[in-house]
């Protein structure tokens, strides 16, 4: 029997608890031994069907602004105090699991350091759990990152803390050691894991009424949703001059935080119209895509591993605050000809509805993925259970 901690930070979004619960579902999917905890201040994570072999704690919210400054969601809590909350329930919970491993996701420390207390813990345990850092293949623009990184001493933290730093990416798209300019300690721990494959069982889309469908279908996704409007609007109003548009399935996803006055918007756009449909998020989004014939979205790491699973087509509108990650993202996948992207700023119906007739009338618009290593689930099996 194998226990595994799971610590993914972010209150924000719905990227980093896909993440987790996609690689958590694999390993016990594979593993009749393997039990999981996740420790997640995600508010969504109830949104997720759980395999019996995996738990979680949720930590209290904070809440993220545009310049990436964190507070607490409950305006009771200080961020001070509600950091020294999240911090005694993470160390009181591992001390309780007593788990084998712990995979941190992205912050070497965790959010504003509440895993220190923890991490400097362990050194006492008589079992000291192995210790692994997750890394997304892109986090920012390189000499943020390197800045942020040497600032928090988070190079140092790696050489003292850490066992091992899984990328799930791949060196060839992006070189995290070298484009973060990782010190030669660091490099040594580091493996390139592959991207994660998101394909399920053709079971898994048996119930979607989008099966009868004699037509192709586009799927319009803007992750969390607070700053998808844009998108989703470009591309309805698009829509009213496309010569296609009633042989074509538009299937909308807004996302769980988009506001109201927002949604309401979108609401009346597309109010008696034709062939479209509005939707908050699913936990059948893997079967629209495999369903679909085109797929718009924001750049985010989930997203982009689930449309190249499914090979499909993709234009990428990248968010480029408050972190430039996702537009770095669309721009290396596009230089290997994977996908096409438009810059936000670039953004009209006239310049996305361009892309989207070019890929509706080829004949092979599947560019996709032969050499990208998609085996990253694979490996992080290996790397996680076996080593």
């Given amino acids: 029997m194998k226990k595994l901690l799971f610590y993914s930070h972010d209150s924000y979004g719905l990227g980093n608890i896909r993440r987790m619960v996609a690689i958590a579902e694999y390993l016990v999917n594979h593993n009749r031994d393997v039990y999981i905890l996740l420790l997640t201040g995600s508010p969504m994570l109830h949104a997720f069907r759980t395999h019996p072999q995996i738990d979680y704690i949720k930590l209290p919210c904070l809440q993220r602004s545009q310049d990436a400054a964190y ?37 070497p420390e965790g959010l504003s350091g509440e895993l220190r207390e923890t991490i400097d ?23 943020i990152t390197h800045s942020i990184w040497s600032k928090n001493r988070y190079f140092k933290l790696i050489d003292e803390w850490y066992d091992e730093i899984l990328v799930v990416g791949e060196k060839a798209i992006f070189d995290v050691s070298d484009k973060y300019r990782f010190p030669a300690s660091n490099r ?22 989008l099966n009868s469908l004699d037509q192709k279908v586009i799927v319009v996704a803007v992750g969390g949703g607070d700053d998808g409007r ?22 909308l996803f807004y996302g769980p935080e988009m506001n109201e006055r927002d949604y309401t918007h979108l609401t009346d756009l597309v109010r008696d119209r034709k062939n479209i449909e509005l939707k908050e998020f699913t936990n059948e989004f893997e079967s629209y895509l495999e369903l679909s014939d085109l797929v718009i979205s924001m750049g985010g790491y989930n997203t982009v591993c689930e ?25 290396c996948f596009y230089e290997k000809g994977i996908v096409d992207y438009i810059h936000p700023e670039a953004l009209t119906s006239e310049t996305l509805m361009s892309k989207v007739n070019d ?6 618009p599947n560019r996709l993925v032969s050499d990208l290593n998609m085996h990253g689930m694979e490996v992080l099996e290996q790397r996680l259970l076996h080593t």
Avoid at 199 to 204: E, V
Avoid at 359 to 364: G, K, Q, V
């Fill in 230 to 251: 844009k998108v989703l609007e470009a591309y309805i109003h698009g829509l009213a001059d496309a010569p296609w548009s009633d042989d074509v399935k538009s299937i």
């Fill in 307 to 331: 449309v190249l699973s499914y090979h499909k087509p993709m234009i990428i509108v990248p968010r480029v605050t408050p972190v430039s990650e996702q537009l770095i993202r669309a721009q």
């Fill in 188 to 209: 040594e721990k580091v493996t390139y894991c592959g991207y994660l494959d998101r394909t399920r069982s053709h079971d898994d889309s048996q119930n979607l009424d």
């Fill in 121 to 143: 813990s362990l050194e006492s345990h008589t079992k000291k759990p192995r210790q692994v850092l997750l890394l997304r293949d892109i986090l920012d623009e390189p000499h």
């Fill in 359 to 364: 890929i509706l009338s080829d004949d092979h």
């Fill in 71 to 107: 507070s607490a969601k409950l305006e009771c809590f200080n961020i001070d105090s509600l950091i020294q909350m999240r911090s005694a329930l993470i160390r009181s919970s591992i001390e309780g699991f007593q788990p084998d491993l712990i995979l941190v996701d992205k912050k």
